[in-house]
């Protein structure tokens, strides 16, 4: 099953880019096109929906790996790929991520409301946490287990009840998808960064034998490289609502499953990191913006991490190379500590 893996990596990584110029003219017929605005860095018309192509490669590439293992398990003899609790687990995922992809396709043509993206990502949450996939509880800190134990001790667990858990799930997609989509503002910026972060994440569930994840993770990664290659500087496509979107909320999934669900104290700790960057700068604007008793939903050109880099002289190609840089930095240090809580 581990061979899955790259082969995940580069079917995702070839659909996005051959798929990719024809979501482009699509864009452009029906009109889903970003118009140059005051906060836009782009000083011509740029089609949208470029996460269309990503969403597509994503949901290909897991559905004909899926697909393949059945057949081959039948014609093997193998041990059965996924279990029915994880074949639940990715129905919700899938189910989630059409949603956010229709959501978001609209509102790239139409410029829905927030409500409505923020009821999508609400649906979604419930959708995971329906499906199994949800945040249970967490490590309990307080406790020390004893040297010589051994197995699972119920006192070193804080299980969440029902309601919690599921409150627990939509905050942490919501707040995941809506800073993705907050960083979505440079040519290749956010792309980049959650190739960095599902890089991460896959090397994480890889140690846990989670293959499962890795194959997952190791999709965003094939769709991300792949659609760089029409949207880094100068971009001819940019991803959009739905790809934004998309991305965060896989990523938080992925990390539900995996990072999430690790026996250690800095269970916690490790996705916070992974993900640093666009949370740190997602929590920064937003508590800016209540400050001064700004909407939080409004955009500009000021708050974010990528418009001070701007805003200092740097060029969009060195400001999206430094926050690569940080997003860099923020997961190498997850893994760090991910190695030496495992070992």
């Not at 990503?54 to 790996?65: H, K, P, Q």
């Not at 800190?141 to 299980?159: E, I, T």
């Not at 700004?294 to 002289?313: E, F, M, Q, V, W």
Request: proline residues 5%.
């Amino acid at each position: 099953m581990w061979r899955l893996v790259p082969i995940a990596f580069a079917l995702s990584l070839a659909l996005t880019y051959l798929l990719t110029p024809l979501v482009r003219k699509l864009a452009i017929r029906f009109g889903a096109v970003a118009i140059p605005r005051d906060r836009d860095v782009h000083p011509e018309p740029v089609p949208r929906w470029g996460g269309v192509s990503m969403v597509a490669a994503f949901l290909l590439t897991l559905g004909a790996l899926y697909i393949y293992t059945l057949v081959r398990n039948d014609h093997m003899h193998f041990a059965a790929p996924w279990s029915a609790h994880q074949i639940h687990q990715f129905s919700g995922i899938f189910l989630a991520t059409a949603l956010i992809a229709i959501v978001g396709a609209l509102d790239d043509k139409f410029e829905l409301s927030a409500i409505w993206q923020s009821l999508a990502l609400v649906a979604s949450g419930l959708i995971l946490y329906l499906s199994g996939v949800s945040i249970e509880g967490i490590t309990n800190p307080f406790y020390n287990a004893p040297l010589n134990s051994h197995g699972y001790d119920p006192r070193s667990w804080l299980a969440f009840p029902a309601w919690f858990s599921a409150l627990a799930t939509v905050i942490w997609v919501f707040g995941v998808a809506k800073t993705v989509d907050f960083i979505d503002g440079l040519d290749g910026l956010a792309s980049g960064v959650c190739a960095i972060c599902a890089t991460t994440l896959a090397l994480m569930s890889a140690q846990t034998g989670q293959y499962e994840v890795t194959i997952i993770a190791a999709a965003v990664v094939g769709v991300c490289v792949g659609f760089l290659r029409y949207n880094y500087n100068p971009a001819t496509i940019i991803m959009g609502t739905v790809g934004a979107q998309f991305l965060g909320f896989v990523l938080a999934a992925i990390a539900i499953v995996g990072t999430l669900k690790i026996p250690a104290t800095v269970s916690v700790l490790l996705p916070l990191l992974v993900l640093g960057v666009p949370i740190f700068d997602g929590i920064r604007v937003v508590t800016q913006r209540a400050i001064k008793r700004t909407p939080a939903y409004l955009p500009d050109k000021t708050s974010h991490i990528h418009h001070i880099l701007l805003n200092k002289g740097l060029s969009v190609k060195r400001a999206v190379w430094v926050i690569y840089g940080l997003t860099a930095g923020l997961c190498l240090v997850a893994l760090v500590i991910f190695h030496q809580v495992r070992h």
